[in-house]
């Protein structure tokens, strides 16, 4: 399958071919497993103090029968304050937790390397739907077929100010605005500053992203990737496919070095 490639300025320039994992299929499923996956890998720990609730005097009586009362631990002390009262164990009065969260818990989800290889051809094949594109919400109307192949002068580019009229002459700058139209937030998080969330738009995906990096920082919505990193949380953010993606001619040589199982496949099939 051959496209179009595209200078900064949006004139065609030629046209290349693409490799084989384009042509793999489209997998919502496995591209939400291996999203889940991934996210899950970034979860925060969460436990209690190790003594919280134990930081008292309390001791069971020993022997613990024949006093005519309950065996649990009773407080400590001289005759005043909670002297006498059950403390420190579960289902007491500011006592532990019977079975609190631990740190040492492994709250991430696994998934097989294959699979999560597969999930990434996947979503890298499906940045050459316009309709996935479309029903993500992202805006296209200008844009004639994806996927969107760039000149690697793009790499070079470490200003903001050129950045910005490079949207707007490959007509991207139309999908940037629809993220300024987004409505405020109401309820708790208001409270909390977080009236607005950050939606996405374009995503560069490069040899080297290093320069492009610095250029799409004040620019919402646009990020760029280096090959060697891509992966489906940024294809497919919130497993909701596709992500509006622009590949540069580098970044296209290297996605066609991936190795896969299913690749291998699809080629002694044919």
């Not at 042509?23 to 939400?32: L, S």
């Not at 594109?133 to 470490?158: A, F, M, N, W, Y």
């Not at 990193?229 to 290297?254: C, F, H, M, Q």
């Amino acid at each position: 399958m051959k496209v179009d490639t595209i200078l900064l300025d949006g004139k065609k320039d030629g046209q290349i071919e693409l490799p084989n994992i384009f042509e793999t299929d489209v997998k919502k499923d496995v591209i939400r497993k291996a999203y889940i996956s991934l996210e899950s890998h970034g979860f925060q720990k969460h436990s209690t103090k190790p003594t919280a609730g134990q930081d008292v005097v309390a001791d069971s009586n020993d022997p613990p029968t024949g006093r005519g009362i309950s065996r649990v631990a009773r407080m400590k002390g001289g005759g005043g304050g909670r002297q006498g009262q059950a403390g420190e164990v579960a289902s007491t009065r500011g006592g532990r937790q019977a079975h609190p969260p631990k740190a040492e818990k492994v709250i991430f989800k696994k998934i097989n390397k294959q699979e999560n290889k597969l999930a990434l051809c996947s979503a890298i094949s499906a940045t050459k739907s316009k309709e996935l594109v479309i029903q993500r919400g992202h805006k296209i109307e200008k844009i004639e077929s994806l996927p969107l192949i760039i000149s690697d002068d793009i790499e070079s580019v470490t200003q903001t100010s050129k950045m910005i009229k490079i949207l707007e002459d490959l007509n991207l700058s139309q999908d940037v605005q629809r993220l300024e139209n987004r409505k405020k937030r109401s309820g708790k998080v208001a409270l909390r500053g977080r009236t607005k969330k950050t939606g996405k738009s374009v995503l560069f995906v490069l040899s080297d992203s290093k320069n492009v990096k610095k250029a799409c920082n004040s620019i919402p919505g646009v990020d760029a990737c280096s090959v060697n990193d891509l992966s489906v949380l940024d294809l497919a953010p919130g497993a909701n496919l596709i992500r509006l993606t622009a590949y540069s001619k580098k970044a296209i040589a290297e996605i066609s070095k991936i190795k896969s199982r299913h690749l291998e496949l699809m080629v002694t099939m044919n």
